[in-house]
């Protein structure tokens, strides 16, 4: 897809039947970024790259703006700085629209290690232009996630996934998990090792819940946890 300028603005995927010169396209930057994680190949897949931030998607956006609503940015973390503060409407990163977590987690995904991207932000009645530089979280990281967000944390015991004391007031805590349950399956992973949980929640950290598979006993209980 082409515009009046002969610049390629996107790849043509879909076709309407039946209506006269309706089409769709994935646009030009989204497939410069999967293109540019494919070149990379197969390490790509195990980046887990981060900028620190608890995101919501903003129900009401000022002034027809749309964009996520920082709820907070990790002391230190890379949002923090480069300047994104809590409050702020983050509205593009790296020249796409963040409307919904999805379109960030398309942007951040496609980073490569040490890449720094521009982030627009409304901060009041301002918009400012930040630039912010991923980290990679290591497993370590991913597990305090776990707790963190869920209140989940497990030891590997004869080949299974056992958890520990939820934490008090936490998601896990309010769904009645208790020490001694075997954690079968977070997201569409099957865990046995530690690192397989920190893995899962690395695969799953753009997300505000996740579903799980736990036993207790002989009884097998499918649940969701969400933050």
Known sequence: LININGEVIGVNCAIRAGAEGLGFA???GQVGRIYARLIRGEAAA???LDLGLELAEAGRPRRGETGLLVLQAQPGGPAERGGLRKGD???SLDGSPTATMSDYELVVSSLAPGQSVKAEARRGENLVT???TPTALSQAEARGLAWKWYGLNAAESRGSLILEQPSADSPAAYLGLREGDILLRVGSRDLR???DLARAMLENRFNTSI???VQRGRVIYQATLSR
């Open 46 to 48: 195990q980046e887990a």
């Open 193 to 195: 090792t530690p690192a």
């Open 89 to 91: 409407l983050l509205m």
């Open 130 to 132: 930040l630039t912010l």
């Open 211 to 213: 579903g799980l598979a």
């Open 26 to 28: 994935i646009p030009a």
